[in-house]
T-cell receptor, first 115, second 115 residues
Framework: GENVEQHPSTLSVQEGDSAVIKCTYSDSASNYFPWYKQELGKGPQLIIDIRSNVGEKKDQRIAVTLNKTAKHFSLHITETQPEDSAVYFCAASPSSFGGYQKVTFGTGTKLQVIP | DSGVTQTPKHLITATGQRVTLRCSPRSGDLSVYWYQQSLDQGLQFLIQYYNGEERAKGNILERFSAQQFPDLHSELNLSSLELGDSALYFC??????????????FGPGTRLLVL
């Protein structure tokens, strides 16, 4: 089955600096890669996703890159703000068949933005 | 607010007991997923239901079971509870359009504490 590794497990940055979180996956059939942000006491929320036919996607201060050959993808947050402090999860998913979609999550990165 | 509701928010019980966690998916979503998140652990996929039918099983213990009802709400039953079952339990839903990978929308979770 799919195995998703995520690094680092914790990350502290100064406000205004950039943060990068990296994930690798094992199953070459995976072609959908969402990123979730989980704030304290809340459920994970999708912040950005990328599909395997795209190498990079950007949404304001957040960008995700995908290298299919190397089987890794990364989340980049620029101009970090204190409200970016949260746990971030990467995930990987193959094409869904017959209503079944298996998503494998990474172990999470706790990001702390220091004012 | 994701539109997914979970009750109760908190649950404290004793070892050996049985509890039921409830989830209402977003309006129109046919697929429901259950996840367990233990302290310092990532999201562990437990089970998926689609339109009332079980579609996929992950790391779900035999002491745990779930079902999805005709109105699409779902319940996760945990029995013979052990201390190690203390965790956050999340429900997520997605529309389940055939052949596409979809965002999963997470509820706020139920925090279970087994004493």
């Amino acid at each position: 089955g799919e195995n998703v590794e995520q690094h680092p497990s914790t990350l502290s940055v100064q406000e205004g600096d950039s943060a990068v979180i990296k994930c690798t996956y094992s199953d070459s059939a995976s072609n959908y890669f969402p990123w979730y942000k989980q704030e304290l006491g809340k459920g994970p929320q999708l912040i950005i996703d990328i599909r395997s036919n795209v190498g990079e996607k950007k949404d304001q201060r957040i960008a995700v890159t995908l290298n299919k050959t190397a089987k890794h993808f990364s989340l980049h947050i620029t101009e970090t703000q204190p409200e970016d402090s949260a746990v971030y999860f990467c995930a990987a998913s193959p094409s869904s068949f017959g209503g079944y979609q298996k998503v494998t999550f990474g172990t999470g990165t706790k990001l702390q933005v220091i004012p | 607010d994701s539109g997914v509701t979970q009750t109760p928010k908190h649950l404290i019980t004793a070892t050996g007991q049985r509890v039921t966690l409830r989830c209402s998916p977003r309006s129109g979503d046919l697929s429901v997923y259950w996840y367990q998140q233990s302290l310092d652990q990532g999201l562990q996929f437990l089970i998926q239901y689609y339109n009332g039918e079980e579609r996929a099983k992950g790391n779900i213990l035999e002491r745990f079971s779930a079902q999805q009802f005709p109105d699409l709400h779902s319940e996760l039953n945990l029995s013979s509870l052990e201390l190690g079952d203390s965790a956050l339990y999340f429900c997520a839903s997605s529309p389940r359009l055939a052949g596409t990978q979809e965002t999963q929308y997470f509820g706020p979770g139920t925090r279970l504490l087994v004493l």
